[in-house]
Nanobody, 125 residues
């Protein structure tokens, strides 16, 4: 049984930075990909960024390219999301999730099988 626990959310001002962490527990952890997905009130879930667990190759949604960076530490079973130049429209609950399927669909929230509980990110103007 894999459990994902996010941390690092909070209230910041526009232009600030935050670093989210997601630690995975379980006897063995070897997903195909990990992702960060966000959901704002009244909106659908959007995949923000994804990373291939083995190779480290990454995907970014257009609206975060150049501002956010996803990374992972395989030795610690942890994935990170470095968020810079935050905007009020980045306000959402951010979830990390793991998937074991064909990574060609990793840009869609439906790809991910196991989810964390989420962490709130609020960016004030």
């Amino acid at each position: 049984q894999v459990e994902l626990v996010e941390s690092g959310g909070g209230l910041v001002q526009a232009g600030d930075s935050l670093r989210l962490s997601c630690a995975a527990s379980g006897r063995t952890f070897s997903p195909v990909a990990m992702g960060w997905i966000r959901q704002a009130p009244g909106k659908e879930r959007d995949v923000v960024a994804s990373i291939a667990w083995s190779s480290g190759g990454a995907y970014y949604a257009e609206f975060v390219k150049g501002r956010f960076t996803i990374s992972r530490d395989k030795s610690e079973n942890t994935v990170y999301l470095e968020m810079n130049s935050l905007k009020p429209e980045d306000t959402a609950v951010y979830y990390c999730a793991a998937g074991w399927g064909d990574s060609r669909t990793w840009s869609k929230a439906e790809y991910y099988h196991t989810w964390g509980q989420g962490t709130q990110v609020t960016v004030s103007s």
